[in-house]
């Protein structure tokens, strides 16, 4: 099973992730839960600690490769699921996995 969750900022789409990911983990499910926000705060929703979620790597761009599939060009993962996953994922409680796609670097304006 695959679930996306979608919406505009602050319409509670990390809550209803993290929630959804900890209730089907409590059912006994496999999870893999990938923040792709610019601000990710999926860790702390999952219920990781602060440094334990702030010592994780997001990913980086090696990690995909761009090829071409039918005319399209469409990207892939460069290696094995399970080596990004050993690589990257922070294990969070009730053992789902985390996967963080990217966090600022430094302070905006805003």
Known sequence: MKIGVAGKGGSGKTTISGT???????????????????NPNMGLTLGLRPEDFDAGRPLTHDVLDHREMDGKQVAVLAKPLEEVLDEFALEAPAGIRLLIMGRPETAGFG
């Open 20 to 38: 959804l990911a900890r209730m089907l983990a409590s059912r006994g499910h496999r999870v893999l839960a990938i923040d792709g926000d610019l």
